[in-house]
């Protein structure tokens, strides 16, 4: 994979060749690898290295975005180029954004040696062997997958900033089924620590809750209550932080909390923030504009505080950015990091007060 010298070379020689124009340059490289197994076989391993270098290009009146997945010398080139001939068909725009200026520099390196060394494509083979031996009834198998991804990003711009950030981090996904995938069971784990990847505790929740599937029944029409885990409150919580947890879905009238801040939209018990230092998430200090990523209070005991904003929707909105650019390919402005604060009993013991109620594992392909 490439190095962060590597990376900073191709950001210094696309930012000397923009002749005047400004300029913000992200390069971002990944390098995952992969083993897969089915039918509690492995039956698949690939590696695969990226890069994609995006270049945000203005003359003071337009701007544009180009992007590039090659990095040899003619290919930056011919970026830039485009970049460039874009821009004179763009049409002008009323807010030309500054760039960001400070702080100079940002670098972190989050990445985790234990972890990386751990699974590499022999020793996720050997974990995914232990993961298996929990199925105990020959009747069911196991399906699902094992990887690892280490991620670099840099940031630099017209400006004089420049950001550097490494980390990695690794995810098991793990169904067990019998009679050819009926009364499933499934979960996920991802973590940036090894101590926190017990495949093995992860493929038994599966188990047991395939066991737990068996002779399922039709559902009488009528009123439930939901117990929701982890893994289904988090698929919600990534569709608000995309549909209304951000400035540009505020200022379309497309959020919940359009004209809400101040007021409660939820129950007391409910608080919810994003927060790229909470070590249950994945820390990145900075955004793809090369703004630092704040800490932001999204709902506090009920009460609309705050959504997140990049350059653009912050402008609109007269506040400054929080830091949370994302790519042109992306879902969009998103708070990639949201905690939901804990509630006052935990999961077993709500169950155990529900009379009559539905338990939700998770959504079924939401992505």
Request: net charge neutral; with cysteine; glycine share 4%.
């Given at each position: 994979m490439i190095n962060k010298q590597g990376l900073y070379h191709i950001l210094d020689f696309v930012l000397q060749r923009m002749d005047g124009y400004e300029a913000n340059v992200t390069v971002e490289a990944t390098s995952e690898g992969l083993t897969r197994f089915g039918n509690s076989?492995?039956?698949?391993?690939?590696?695969?290295?990226?890069?994609?270098?995006?270049?945000?290009?203005?003359?003071?009146?337009?701007?544009?975005?180009?992007?590039?997945?090659?990095?040899?010398?003619q290919a930056l080139s011919q970026l830039i180029h485009e970049a460039k001939a874009r821009l004179k068909q763009m049409p002008e725009q009323v807010d030309n954004l500054e760039l960001v200026s400070a702080p100079q520099e940002i670098s972190a390196d989050y990445f985790n040696e234990e972890l990386a060394a751990a699974l590499q494509v022999e020793q996720r083979a050997h974990l995914i062997k232990q993961a298996l031996e929990v199925i105990t009834d020959r009747n069911y198998k196991g399906f699902g997958s094992l990887s690892h991804i280490e991620f670099q990003t840099v940031v630099?711009?017209?400006r004089g900033i420049r950001r550097y950030h490494r980390g990695n981090s690794a995810t098991f996904t793990a169904l067990a089924s019998c009679d050819g995938g009926r009364s499933p069971g499934s979960t996920r784990i991802t973590s940036t620590k090894l101590g926190d990847l017990d495949v093995q505790a992860a493929m038994r929740r599966?188990?047991?809750?395939?066991?737990?599937?068996?002779?399922?029944?039709?559902?009488?029409?009528?009123?439930?209550?939901?117990?929701?885990?982890p893994l289904a409150v988090s698929d919600i919580l990534a569709f608000l932080g995309a549909i209304a947890f951000n400035g540009p879905a505020v200022q379309a009238g497309s959020s919940m909390l359009t004209g809400k801040f101040g007021q409660k939209v939820f129950s007391e018990k409910i608080s919810i923030r994003d927060d790229w230092t909470d070590s249950n998430t994945l820390p990145i200090p900075f955004d793809l504009e090369g703004a630092p990523k704040r800490v932001v209070p999204i709902i506090t005991k009920g009460v609309a505080e705050g959504v997140v904003y990049d350059l653009e929707s912050a402008a609109k909105a007269g506040v400054e950015t929080t830091g949370h650019a994302t790519g042109p390919l992306s879902w969009g402005l998103v708070p990639h990091n949201l905690i939901m604060a804990n509630g006052e009993k935990p999961l077993e013991q709500m169950i155990a007060e529900t009379d009559r109620g539905l338990l939700v594992s998770r959504f079924h392909y939401v992505y």
């Open positions: 076989e492995i039956n698949k391993n690939v590696h695969e290295d990226l890069v994609k270098v995006t270049l945000l290009c203005s003359d003071g009146k337009r701007r544009t975005r180009v992007t590039a997945s090659t990095i040899d010398k630099g711009n017209t599966a188990f047991n809750k395939a066991l737990l599937n068996r002779d399922q029944a039709d559902l009488d029409v009528g009123s439930y209550t939901i117990i929701m885990e």
